[in-house]
């Protein structure tokens, strides 16, 4: 149960922001809630009807391909239908802004619905991969793809839900393979699944950038998932400000830092000093 606790005040952390010259933003799955994209442990989240472990791991595709392709062709067909809203292009507002000047805003994201790159954001990096990238699982080329559906065998795919009748037993040789002449093999999502570990090379940059930031805005996120639920903390320690933009406050902010209560799309634009008319 969340301690409720008053929302910050929005001059005071106006200020320091004004005075902030490395800002990191942190996304989780709420940063997307107001475009329609359901998030993963609220409400309609992806994950209620059944476990993140039944789906998002290289166990379940190994054991059922054609269950785990049908779970992230639906998110693909949902995100494909979705725009970012005023919380993703509040980030690509202020990364313009900036463009020129001795400051700079980063943005380090768990999401893979790609909606920060379709607000314009270009520093933008995708710690557990992309909805619209796939990999072979043989030659581990990697595809940008954003077939729509990814298969005719996919074609509107229902999201899947408990009673597996609804999970249409694609044939292997129907589900995506690489195109790669000589190999042909299975391709799946380009994405990091549970137990497996993320890009080392990314997980690099993150760290650089959250050495370096002298401010870490939290949006959205339950701060659950690691290596992610650690860079808070990890940013708090060093006395740098940590604000938290949420419905209810995580371990990012229960302690201390900054918390904004609401939904970011509303509450992110107020805090930046960003005019929504602007958007
Ligand atoms: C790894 C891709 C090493 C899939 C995802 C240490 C301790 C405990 C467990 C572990 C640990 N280390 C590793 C683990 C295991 C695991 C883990 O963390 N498990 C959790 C469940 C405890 N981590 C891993 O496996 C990671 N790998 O550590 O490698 C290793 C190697 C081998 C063996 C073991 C370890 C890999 C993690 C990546 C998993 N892949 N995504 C896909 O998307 O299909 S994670 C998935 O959860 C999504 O990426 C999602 O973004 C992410 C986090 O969820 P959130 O983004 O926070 O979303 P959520 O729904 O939870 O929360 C939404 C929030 O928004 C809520 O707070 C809500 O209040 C708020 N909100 C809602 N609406 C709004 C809003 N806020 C503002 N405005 C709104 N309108
Ligand atoms: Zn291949």
């Given at each position: 149960?969340s301690?409720?606790?008053?929302?910050s005040?929005f001059?005071?952390f106006?200020?320091?922001?004004?005075?902030s010259?490395?800002?990191v933003?942190?996304?989780?799955?709420g940063v997307?809630a107001?475009?329609?994209?359901p998030?993963f442990?609220?409400p309609g989240?992806?994950?209620?009807?059944?476990?993140a472990?039944?789906?998002?791991t290289p166990?379940a595709?190994a054991?059922d391909?054609s269950?785990?392709w049908?779970?992230?062709e639906?998110?693909?067909q949902?995100?494909?239908?979705?725009?970012?809203?005023?919380?993703?292009?509040t980030l690509a507002?202020?990364e313009?802004?900036?463009?020129g000047?001795?400051?700079?805003?980063?943005i380090v994201?768990?999401?893979v619905d790609?909606?920060?790159?379709r607000?314009g954001?270009?520093?933008?990096?995708?710690?557990?991969?992309?909805?619209?990238?796939?990999?072979?699982?043989k030659?581990h080329?990697?595809?940008?793809?954003?077939d729509n559906?990814?298969?005719?065998?996919?074609?509107?795919?229902?999201?899947i839900?408990?009673?597996?009748?609804?999970?249409k037993k694609?044939?292997?040789?129907?589900?995506?393979?690489c195109?790669v002449?000589?190999?042909k093999?299975l391709?799946r999502?380009?994405?990091?699944w549970?137990?497996?570990?993320?890009?080392p090379?990314?997980?690099?940059?993150?760290d650089?950038?959250?050495s370096?930031?002298?401010?870490?805005l939290?949006i959205?996120?339950s701060?659950i998932v690691?290596?992610?639920?650690?860079?808070?903390?990890?940013?708090?320690a060093?006395?740098?400000?940590?604000?938290?933009?949420?419905?209810?406050?995580t371990?990012a902010?229960?302690?201390?830092?900054y918390?904004?209560?609401?939904?970011?799309g509303?509450?992110?634009?107020?805090a930046?000093?960003v005019d929504e008319n602007k958007?």
């Open positions: 149960m301690q409720h606790r008053r929302s005040d001059t005071k106006r200020e320091l922001f004004e005075n010259k490395r800002i933003a942190l996304t989780g799955a997307s107001e475009c329609g994209v998030t442990r609220g989240g992806f994950w209620r009807a059944y476990q472990t039944s789906l998002a166990q595709f054991a391909p269950l785990v049908q779970f992230y639906y998110r693909r949902l995100v494909a239908t979705k725009l970012p809203n005023n919380a993703h292009k507002y202020i313009r802004q900036f463009e000047s001795d400051r700079k805003l980063s994201t768990q999401n790609e909606l920060h790159r607000a954001s270009k520093n933008v990096l995708e710690i557990h991969g992309r909805l619209f990238q796939i990999r072979c699982t030659c080329t990697v595809e940008d793809n954003t559906p990814i298969v005719p065998a996919l074609a509107n795919v229902s999201p839900d408990n009673d597996e009748t609804k999970n694609i044939k292997i040789e129907d589900l995506p393979h195109k002449p000589s190999c093999a391709q999502p380009h994405i990091v549970f137990n497996e570990s993320l890009d090379q990314v997980l690099e940059e993150a650089r950038l959250l370096e930031c002298d401010m870490l939290v959205g996120t701060s690691y290596p992610a639920a650690m860079f808070a903390p990890q940013v708090a060093r006395g740098v400000t940590v604000a938290e933009f949420n419905l209810e406050p371990s902010s229960r302690t201390n830092g918390f904004f209560e609401g939904p970011c509303q509450t992110l634009p107020r930046l000093g958007l």
